[in-house]
């Protein structure tokens, strides 16, 4: 194999203990690493002691995310467009603009969180966009929900990427699969709290004359700032953060983790790994498979308590109804996590999520519009578990501290065109069927395994040719070496 050159001259003088090397040799027939890295008793401690102080606060941050940008389906069949005079046009509209603002960040935080602390960062982002949230409480016009859904969108914009790099850091690759199935799970427990709240809200009556849609943009937008206090002055976002009260032995253990993840914070920005990027296929084929799985969410998501009410359901009764929806967004997070740790495959679970979810969709556009539409709609949900085999390929086989947050950057970027592009298909004249909209989202779904499984092709093809030649020289973790730089990284298929 020929010498492969490096940016830094002192590779060889360092040691990577990667898959290849620290696992052994054995690995299967397809290129991929077959054995997991085995941890001592006192790292499975570390990890109970990470998992407890990290995992509340990944939940609680996507929970009131994910229920501030929801906020908008409950409020309207609570009177939110009779008081603001906003069309069913209008209001497809307000569902796609929150990622005007969410899109138009997505680069610049990139750039700014290889700059700042991840807690801070991201603990006054939560405060602003709280307070934005509770702004929308004050609005009587489009023009004025519009605004404050731009500014939700815009403060947004920074969750995501943010987390994605504290899961990467902070866990193995091995581990990420299940962090990320549980970060995606908390988008459906948050949506079953937020139903349970706003049905809570309904029982207020319009409490000191104050209509129930706006209490509901109240009572989220004064959780999101607290969240965001805490998190600003609790949050641990380093591996050797003193919120963890590491031991010596447990300083080591955690070097040896960096080691195995790759992720090494580093403030330079290396320009020459986002170009890297730009010359790589699956680069592509991620950010095509996010768009896609994202048309559904972002039209289900806007549109889910109105179309439930279609079938024949009360208010009260399709805000309700968006549990079990939720239930099944955490279920496939789960399955696709089990399969993928099953099977070491992403294209066994990415087969079964968007299978399912093409399934639903299917169910939707053929099945009378009554109360057996429930029947296409829950399953439609199942995508979650595809997004996650996305998130964990991204997080798991791609290195370069500044080439992963471009992939990030990516990720959300596609997330937002997909979620701001599925609203707008949801076509008014169409309803309450909305065909166009859910033909396109069961082509989504096929879109999303058929680029999952080119891009598990292409890493065997590299693992296949990496494994044949052995290792080569000896590298570190802390040189923050790409993936393509470093000969000796093993691609998770």
């Not at 990622?99 to 960040?105: D, K, T």
């Not at 849609?213 to 050797?240: E, K």
């Not at 290396?270 to 095509?288: A, D, M, S």
């Amino acid at each position: 194999m020929a010498k492969t050159e490096f940016k830094d001259d002192s590779v060889a003088e360092h040691i990577e203990k990667t898959e290849m090397s620290s696992v052994g040799e054995e690995h299967s027939d397809n290129g991929q690493i077959t054995a997991a890295v085995q941890k001592s008793p006192a790292e499975q401690k570390l990890v109970k002691k990470i998992n407890w102080t990290v995992l509340p606060f990944i939940w609680f941050i996507v929970f009131i995310q994910f229920a501030d940008k929801s906020a908008l389906s409950g409020a309207a069949v609570l009177g939110m467009l009779e008081e603001t005079g906003t069309s069913p046009t209008q209001y497809s509209l307000l569902g796609s603009i929150f990622f005007v603002g969410y899109i138009a960040y997505q680069l610049p935080n990139s750039f700014i969180i290889q700059r700042l602390p991840i807690s801070k960062y991201l603990g006054t982002l939560l405060v602003f966009w709280g307070i934005s949230v509770a702004c929308t409480a004050l609005c009587h016009t489009f023009g004025q929900l519009a605004a404050c859904r731009i500014l939700l969108g815009l403060f947004e914009a920074g969750t995501y990427p943010c987390l994605f790099i504290l899961v990467n850091a902070m866990y193995r690759r091995q581990e990420q699969s299940a962090i990320y199935g549980f970060l995606y799970m908390s988008n459906g427990s948050g949506t079953i709290i937020s139903a349970l709240i706003t049905y809570g809200i309904v029982n207020m009556k319009d409490t000191h004359g104050i209509s129930l849609w706006r209490w509901n943009y109240i009572i989220f937008g004064v959780m999101t700032v607290l969240t965001g206090i805490v998190t600003f002055f609790f949050m641990p976002d380093i591996p050797l953060s003193r919120w963890f009260r590491l031991t010596e032995d447990e300083k080591e253990i955690v070097e040896q983790r960096i080691q195995d993840n790759s992720v090494v914070r580093n403030r330079e920005v290396k320009v020459y790994q986002y170009w890297e990027c730009l010359k790589e296929p699956r680069f592509y084929l991620i950010g095509l498979a996010t768009f896609a799985n994202h048309l559904s969410n972002g039209g289900l998501v806007v549109f889910s308590t109105p179309f439930v009410k279609t079938l024949g359901f009360s208010s009260v009764d399709s805000i309700l109804l968006q549990m079990p929806s939720a239930a099944v967004s955490v279920l496939f997070c789960f399955v696709g996590v089990f399969i993928h740790r099953k099977t070491n495959s992403y294209v066994i679970a990415a087969a079964v999520c968007s299978g399912i979810a093409m399934i639903g969709c299917i169910l939707l556009v053929c099945l009378p519009h009554s109360t057996i539409k429930l029947l296409g709609y829950y399953p439609s949900w199942a995508c979650s578990g595809s997004y996650v085999m996305l998130l964990t390929m991204v997080a798991s086989n791609v290195s370069g501290y500044s080439k992963k947050l471009f992939y990030n950057a990516m990720v959300m970027i596609m997330y937002t065109l997909g979620n701001f592009a599925g609203p707008l298909i949801m076509l008014s004249y169409e309803a309450p069927v909305y065909r166009t909209g859910m033909i396109t989202f069961a082509a989504g779904n096929l879109t999303v395994f058929l680029c999952i499984a080119t891009t598990s092709y292409l890493a065997s093809r590299t693992n296949k040719e990496r494994l044949r030649n052995g290792p080569v020289g000896e590298t570190d973790a802390h040189l923050n070496l790409t993936d393509r730089e470093d000969p000796n990284f093993i691609y998770k298929l």
